[in-house]
């Protein structure tokens, strides 16, 4: 077993905070209801994080819901209500700044999710309007639409890109997530995965696996594989009532990270092989392939619904999350097992 | 707006004595006091007159007494008529009521988490309603949507 300590709360912003990311250095972005951009930064010296910017201007008329980084660290797509993502442009040096870049528009109404690929040449925006439109990201930061993807009947809430090929997975209102790759230009869906009965609210990959979380409280880890010769993805894990009302975020890094509307925050690891060898028998007649302890469960991480949790991409066991209380907090994941050896 | 969903809604008559007078209000009564004002968006007349809501559709579950912890309030209302298609905005304005009240952050260490829903069977589309009402993300764009507030400020704009 493990637990979560609080290693720092950051205080700014007024409302919700819907998102928080980190930048591929290690800098914490987040973003709610008051429209502002917020980014802090870990001074190491006293193990705190302190605001380095604070971005708000008129650039976004509602709420901001979600961030994404370009891989290298140079822009930050954000969704908004409004009908908009905006691109800004993160300046570094002694005292970094954002300045937007782009608006683009075309959605109908409210941006929901917004997700640069690995590569970083292509950026996946979606919508209440229920498309997912794809664009090319050009030198100096220009950006064409190159595919408006229609399928889901209703909101999407997220996209995420696999972190190795373009393959853009959408989850929706629509209790499905949908499956888009490309062939000679084209974008297509080729897959609908129906796991859910309620809306699923976020998706997380780790190489060519991946988690969904759903209102239906529950938590799938999916793994692709060939089924006559053809990459398709399988239940291989499902966690029934991982929270209470609906679990709305996931993250992966090896540890699996998860939110919901319970207030709380759930680490899952997956049962080693050894383990393994005591299957249940609900998972030896279901197909399940594998099986995800909870490791940790911290009660109470805020006041209000967990919107976002994500691991740290340069220090380990670090996580940050961000709820309706207004807070971003930074945890550290602790191992007991392999502390007591 | 054109024709009404419910032309001749049945108007109860109300009682003003509201309350034995010096005696605390409880939650629910609370609660009550906060949304049986509300305006029906076709009718010049109270969600109470209407019917929607009376105090037993308020369930209210208390947080935990000795650990921090959140507690519940359940809002269950009854449209006027099965196919009344401002079911929505009934449920969007008591729940706007209610959390611009304060009530579900009170001080200290407790706190609400509010849920409002159509009465199963008293909608054709209740499931629907139901769901989008439970959506957070939807209700709080909801909230910020100039046409929608416009429609919202007509059912609560009298009250204190």
């Given amino acids: 077993m493990g637990r979560l300590e609080l290693q720092a709360t950051l205080r700014g912003h007024v409302g919700t905070v819907w998102a928080v990311e980190w930048s591929p250095t290690g800098l914490l972005v987040s ?83 917004v997700a640069y690929s690995s590569s970083g040449a292509l950026l996946a925006t979606c919508s209440r309007d229920r498309s997912v439109w794809i664009w090319e990201v050009g030198l100096d930061f220009e950006y064409n639409c190159i595919a408006v993807l229609h399928g889901h009947s209703a909101d999407v809430k997220h996209v995420a890109w696999h972190p190795e090929c373009e393959l853009l997975v959408s989850s929706s209102y629509d209790d499905t997530m949908r499956v888009w790759v490309e062939d000679a230009d084209d974008w297509f869906c080729s897959e609908v995965l129906s796991a859910h009965t309620g809306t699923v609210w976020g998706v997380a990959f780790e190489g060519a696996a991946m988690a969904s979380v759903s209102s239906d409280e529950s938590l799938i880890v999916w793994r ?23 679990a709305l975020c996931v993250h992966w890094k090896t540890l699996i990270a998860s939110g919901g509307a319970d207030d709380c925050i759930c680490i899952l690891r997956k049962r080693n092989e050894r383990e393994q060898n005591t299957q249940s028998n609900e998972q030896i007649t279901s197909n399940l392939t594998e099986s995800w302890d909870v490791v940790a469960r911290e009660q109470r991480a805020h006041t209000g619904d967990v919107n976002r949790v994500a691991w740290s991409p340069v220090h380990d066991n670090i996580l940050a999350s961000c709820g309706d209380d207004g807070l971003v907090r930074v945890w550290r994941y602790v191992d007991d097992d392999i502390q007591r050896g | 707006m054109d024709a009404l969903d419910n032309p001749n809604p049945e108007v109860k008559v109300l009682s003003r004595e509201r309350r034995e007078p010096g005696k605390p209000l409880t939650l629910q009564q609370r609660v009550f006091e906060i949304i049986r004002d509300i305006r029906d968006p076709e009718h010049p007349h109270s969600l109470e007159e209407l019917s929607v809501v009376d105090l037993n559709c308020i369930n209210i579950t208390n947080p935990p007494d000795d650990s921090p912890g959140h507690g519940k309030i359940w809002v269950s209302f009854t449209p006027t008529v099965p196919h009344c298609s401002l079911a929505s905005i009934i449920g969007l304005s008591i729940q706007s009521k209610i959390r611009e009240s304060g009530i579900l952050n009170p001080k200290g260490e407790h706190y609400y988490k509010l849920k409002v829903t159509c009465v199963d069977g008293t909608h054709t589309s209740a499931g629907e309603i139901n769901k989008q009402l439970g959506d957070k993300e939807r209700v709080s764009a909801a909230f910020e949507n100039p046409k929608i507030l416009k429609v919202l400020r007509e059912c609560t704009d009298h009250l204190p």
């Fill in chain 1, 31 to 113: 973003c709610g209801t008051d429209k502002t951009i917020r980014l802090w930064k870990l001074n190491p010296r006293e193990s705190s994080y302190q605001l380095i910017t604070a971005f708000s201007g008129n650039a976004f008329l509602r709420t901001t819901r979600d961030l994404s980084f370009s891989p290298d660290g140079r822009s930050l797509a954000v969704a908004c209500f409004d009908a908009t993502a905006t691109v800004l442009e993160l300046f570094g040096g002694k005292n970094p700044r954002f300045d937007p870049v782009v608006c683009l528009e075309g959605h109908d109404s409210e941006v929901k999710s």
């Fill in chain 1, 224 to 246: 692709r594989e060939l089924v006559r010769n053809y990459p398709t993805f399988r239940v291989a894990a499902r966690v029934d009532h991982l929270h209470d009302n609906g």
